[in-house]
């Protein structure tokens, strides 16, 4: 079995044998300016392949989320050298005012709702910033 990691753009890694693709890596910049990588392979060794050389060519601060029921992938990461920095929880609220019963609802003075993607982008990143910064 010939197993070989490959760089195929500026954040993507392929892990491939005998000339067939069997993992992927990828990392990928937030807003905030942090890095995030994930991994997809079903191979522990792949993994631990191709974590190895995502390490290897990136620098500085570098971030994964996994989630917490989620033990497999939990030591994968940790085997490849990451801790646990801070645990967040995820939240699905639903919007649709038919569903949540808040038709006839305005909302406050001041307050205007605006479909996804409309938002300005720039007030979203100070504020998430902000948040971020006390959090950290």
């Known amino acids: 079995m010939n197993q070989e990691i490959n760089r195929v753009a500026e954040h993507q890694w392929h892990a491939v044998e005998d000339d067939t693709t069997v993992g992927r890596g990828y990392a990928a910049h937030r807003p905030d300016g942090r890095l995030f990588l994930s991994v997809d392979t079903w191979q522990d060794r792949v993994f631990d392949?191709?974590?190895?050389?995502?390490?290897?060519?990136?620098?500085?601060?570098?971030?994964?989320?996994?989630?917490?029921?989620?033990?497999?992938s939990r030591s994968?990461?940790?085997?490849?050298?990451?801790?646990?920095?801070r645990r967040e929880?995820?939240?699905?609220?639903?919007?649709?005012?038919?569903?949540?019963?808040?038709g006839s609802v305005l909302p406050p003075p001041g307050v205007r709702i605006v479909p996804v993607g409309h938002a300005?982008?720039?007030?979203?990143?100070?504020?998430?910033?902000?948040?971020?910064?006390?959090v950290e």
């Open 49 to 72: 392949r191709l974590a190895a050389a995502m390490l290897d060519d990136l620098t500085g601060p570098l971030y994964v989320v996994v989630d917490e029921t989620d033990h497999e």
């Open 120 to 134: 300005e982008p720039e007030p979203l990143r100070e504020l998430d910033h902000a948040i971020r910064t006390e």
């Open 89 to 102: 929880w995820e939240y699905h609220v639903p919007t649709d005012p038919a569903v949540t019963g808040l």
């Open 76 to 85: 994968s990461w940790e085997r490849a050298g990451f801790a646990t920095r």
